[in-house]
């Protein structure tokens, strides 16, 4: 009976084969982008399937040099990172009085995060559009998408962070309270640094879903405030002929967020799992 839980706990052939086809599916047309974007348009009109032969750098070349890129690159940029740190300060601060304190309608409070998870973006867009543009004044701004996202994303940053903030230990409040720390002290000094895991956790996934977002700044960036998104399907409108250009454009544009979310892959592993366990 030990052997046989042994073997099943290592997983068999079929879990090998299950396991790698998902990666082949999921890498695959990573791959096939990144080396399309190596071929010229005849190599890819000849063999579509076939690899670089020769190996061809000027579409990379082309991205890297052509100033729209680094325009988009830049919204982008802004734009995700505010949205990571308004979600990640405004979740972790919803969070600790939902897991450290005790008091009237915690739990049904708890239950609207959660619901929010269940909420598409795509049902709140129109009034969204009519609260950023004309009551706020965000209109075609950073800030007229970051804090919608963020909103999006409180959801999910509250539900990941609550079960760390329950797990911290008791004794060690009532320690600095008698050492004289306030509530707000023990947050900053002692919640946010032995929550870490959970904050980067939320803040990966904060940052990567604002990066790939679509939907929200195609509706309310215009110009030269559109994101990377959007400045991949207006350079494959504009060079639809030039599909090389246009896989080695949409390549560079995912290397941020892939390299992000590959550089953090352990933290945001050890992150759901305390949540989970928590």
Same mark, same amino acid.
């Given at each position: ?18 396991? +790698?086809? &998902? ?32 190996? @061809? ?9 052509? /100033? ?36 009237? %309608? ?5 239950? @609207? %995060? ?43 940053? @509250? @539900?990941?962070?609550? /079960? ?64 990377? /998104? ?15 250009? &246009?896989?080695? %454009? ?12 590959? +550089? ?11 949540? &989970?366990?928590?």
């Amino acid at each position: 009976m030990a052997r046989r839980a042994t073997t099943y706990g290592r997983g068999g052939p079929l879990v090998y084969l299950v396991a +790698a086809a &998902v990666v082949a599916v999921t890498l695959g047309p990573v791959l096939y982008g990144a080396l399309g974007g190596f071929r010229s348009n005849e190599q890819l009109a000849r063999d579509p399937a076939g690899l670089p032969d020769p190996w @061809v750098l000027e579409n990379y070349r082309g991205v890297v040099t052509n /100033p729209d890129f680094w325009r988009y690159a830049l919204n982008s940029t802004a734009v995700a990172l505010i949205t990571t740190v308004v979600a990640v300060l405004a979740g972790v601060m919803a969070a600790y009085p939902l897991a450290r304190y005790q008091f009237r %309608f915690r739990e049904p409070l708890f239950l @609207v %995060f959660v619901l929010g998870l269940l909420f598409p973006a795509a049902v709140a867009i129109v009034p969204l559009f009519i609260l950023v543009t004309r009551d706020l004044q965000l209109g075609n701004t950073w800030w007229g998408i970051a804090l919608p996202q963020a909103a999006f994303a409180l959801p999910t940053t @509250v @539900v990941i962070l609550r /079960p760390f903030l329950m797990a911290l230990p008791k004794e060690v409040e009532e320690a600095a309270m008698l050492d004289g720390a306030s509530r707000v002290g023990i947050f900053w000094r002692i919640a946010l640094p032995l929550s870490m895991p959970g904050l980067v956790t939320v803040g990966v996934l904060a940052f990567v879903a604002s990066w790939n977002a679509y939907l929200l700044p195609l509706l309310l960036l215009q110009g030269d405030m559109r994101t990377l /998104p959007l400045g991949v399907a207006d350079y494959s409108t504009e060079h639809s002929a030039d599909t090389a250009g &246009v896989l080695a %454009f949409t390549t560079i544009a995912m290397i941020p967020a892939l390299m992000l979310f590959l +550089a953090m892959q352990r933290r945001i592993v050890s992150g759901l799992q305390g949540a &989970v366990k928590g």
